[in-house]
């Protein structure tokens, strides 16, 4: 990857690249990025967790809550998932429908990375429901739910500094055969146009990332949806928690083997690139292109109106060591004070429906 990457740059104006585009191929590369190789990347043998893998009751969770969409708002039972990695949530998610709905299902994954199409097919091959597609693009006239779980921030991002008054954006070149940064003059007129939108005004040194590609995948969805929801699960800021001081370095990290690693130049193609998505952005382009805002919630409070504290009532183990009483307790890691979840948001849309609240 990294002689790949060289050779890039040095064919590149200036022998230059943005992040974004650093982001894209250390990511998403067909051969060299991290998420096309075949490496675990999620759980304890992989380099990060997601809440969705702690415990099934996530999964089996939300397909109740669905369960209980379909019926109140007359939607057909159509699930379509963005991104689904090692299947986990999936798994859970059509185990419980099986188990306790029962109804007729359809369940389109959209994944692109080699690897996790093939865990996603051992995990589900016994479901008739799931279909898999390469990309949003190959489902058309969509009705139902379209959900996501850690989407957007992994997403390639621009980002840009103000230094001296004047804002650069920050790009990637060589410096001795290594990856470096470099500041350049600001000239993008679509990171000028993010920045009006959002009436940004950075401090000296304040350093942030632009997250234009989220604005093609908001599109991407609301094409492919013609009547439903959309359901969102991401860390973020809103436009003015992205002020706080303690922000002004940005949010783009990299995580390897569990550990957070601030220099994302490091090692690219072996470790997870994120930043923290602009929750703000996501509602309001959402509305120009007609996803219209329903409520955003934390996710444990998502979880707790869902009703997650009746599953803990309803399979209590006095026995500690019994699969039961694990299963609880990976229940109150979801949704206890500083847990997992406290970090996520869910931010729930619509289109073609008229839902002034979700619970």
């Not at 690219?268 to 996501?282: A, K, Q, R």
């Not at 406290?342 to 619970?359: H, M, P, R, S």
């Amino acid at each position: 990857m990294l002689t790949y990457l060289r050779e890039l740059i040095s064919n590149s104006p200036n022998q230059l690249i943005t992040y974004a585009d650093f982001m894209s191929e250390a990511l998403y590369h067909p051969e060299y990025g991290y998420y096309m190789k075949e490496r675990q990347k999620i759980g304890r043998q992989g380099d990060f967790i997601t809440t969705s893998n702690i415990s099934d009751v996530y999964g089996r969770l939300v397909a109740k809550w669905v369960a209980s969409l379909h019926k109140m708002y007359g939607l057909p039972a159509a699930f379509c998932e963005i991104g689904g990695g090692n299947g986990r949530f999936s798994q859970a998610f059509l185990q419980e429908w099986s188990d306790t709905i029962k109804t007729p299902l359809q369940y389109f994954m959209v994944e692109s990375s080699p690897f996790h199409r093939a865990l996603q097919q051992n995990k589900l091959q016994d479901f008739p429901s799931f279909v898999q597609v390469d990309r949003l693009s190959e489902i058309n006239n969509f009705e139902g739910i379209i959900f996501s779980n850690e989407l957007f921030d992994a997403l390639p991002v621009h980002v840009i500094e103000k230094r001296n008054g004047e804002l650069v954006e920050i790009m990637v070149g060589l410096d001795q055969e290594q990856l470096c940064e470099r500041p350049v003059p600001l000239t993008n007129p679509a990171i000028y146009s993010f920045l009006q939108e959002g009436k940004w005004e950075l401090k000296e040194s304040q350093r942030i990332e632009i997250p234009l590609a989220m604005d093609d995948m908001i599109k991407n969805i609301s094409a492919t949806l013609n009547k439903g929801f959309v359901v969102s699960v991401d860390y973020g800021y809103t436009n003015k928690e992205w002020m706080d001081p303690r922000r002004l370095k940005g949010s783009l990290r990299g995580y390897y083997q569990h550990r957070m690693v601030d220099n994302v130049l490091i090692n690219p193609g072996e470790m997870d690139i994120t930043s923290h998505i602009h929750l703000d952005y996501l509602i309001q382009n959402g509305t120009q292109v007609g996803l219209q805002f329903v409520s955003k919630y934390g996710q444990d409070e998502f979880l707790l109106n869902a009703g997650i504290l009746k599953e803990l009532e309803d399979h209590y183990d006095p026995n500690p060591f019994s699969e039961q009483s694990k299963r609880n307790r990976a229940i109150r890691s979801l949704i206890m004070p500083g847990g997992m979840s406290t970090a996520f948001q869910i931010i729930i849309q619509q289109k073609n429906l008229k839902v002034d609240e979700i619970f």
